[in-house]
C-alpha cells in the first residue's frame, strides 16, 4: 500500500521502475488506485475508507475489521462451539479464548465496535 496526496499514478508508476531495477514485478491483479477519501478498499484483513461514526453519524477516513475477517473468525468460533465437538468445556474454552485473543491483538487498533 502506497498512500498519496494526489500524485497515486506517480508513486505507481515510480514503484514498477524500482521493482523492475530489481528484476521484480508487480502484481497487476492485486494492484489498483484507490481514493481512500470516497471509496473502500481490503488490505490486510483491514477495510479503509470512508467509515460512518456510531455515536454522531459523522463520516471519517478511518479502518476497521474487513467483512471477510469478521465473518472468518465467527466461522471459527462456530465450529469450536458446535454440539457435535465433543470435547470437554474447559478445552473449548481455553482455544475460544486464544482464538479470539489472538484476533483482538490483530485488530487492537481500529474500530471493533461492530465486529
Known sequence: MILSRGKAKEALEWTREVLGRL???L???K???RNARRER???LGYTFGPHIHPRD???YIGYSPSNQSVARIKQK???LLEVRNGAP???VCQKLNQK???WRQYFHCGSKGRA
Do not use: A
Open 23 to 25: 528484476d521484480l514485478t
Open 31 to 33: 494492484t489498483s488506485l
Open 57 to 59: 453519524g459523522g463520516e
Open 41 to 43: 478498499f481490503d488490505f
Open 77 to 79: 468460533v462456530g465450529e
Open 89 to 91: 468445556w474447559e478445552e
Open 27 to 29: 502484481n497487476e491483479k
Open 100 to 102: 479470539l485473543q489472538g
